[in-house]
């Protein structure tokens, strides 16, 4: 006489194998799987990273985690150059740049991350600023064939597409405060909302 199959424990070693994991009740049945996403959520550590600087406060590259003990960290990813410059993307970098005082005010660094294929990236990223002088405490950083937008689970796979336009709020330690994923090319986070958090 066999034995009947264990269920649960096969889609377990399963999830196991393949990046997915087990949630919901105990029998499998109930069970459903989810794919284990690498996007930014609050509570976790912020993933670390160097990037190259392209304007504004910092030179030569910026590491997250030298930065972050100084005080709070604000990262806005943009979509940088998905066949035109996107205008969305300024008006909200526009918006920041006006409340450019209060941020100071709360000693919080603001990343403007413009990813895109490395060859281009930096003449499409001052295309992008034009004549903007960007504040302190602002830092335009370059995101070369989109590294840390993949290393976020962000990078926006589509024709014409480049990164979810996110917002991230990261504390002293390290830890993300505030999380603002569009699947859109609208829905950015205004300065007051990230002023609030900070």
Known sequence: MTS?????????AVAATSNVFCIGTATAAE????????EPEVGHMAKDFELEVAAGKRSDTVRLSEITGDGPVVIAIL????????????GQVADLVRHAHYFQARNAEVLLVY????AELKAKSKDFLKDTKLPAP???????DYKLVSAYGLRWDAPHE??????IVIGKDGKIDFVNI??????RTAATTILDQL
């Open 115 to 118: 990813p895109g294929p490395a």
């Open 182 to 187: 569009s699947r859109t090319h609208r829905g």
């Open 4 to 12: 009947k199959p264990n269920w649960l424990a096969i889609m377990l």
């Open 138 to 144: 602002f830092t335009m950083l370059l995101d070369p």
């Open 31 to 38: 069970s459903t799987l989810k794919i284990v996403r690498s």
């Open 162 to 167: 480049t990164a979810y336009p996110t917002t």
């Open 79 to 90: 979509r940088g150059f998905p066949g035109r410059q996107c205008p969305a993307c300024a």
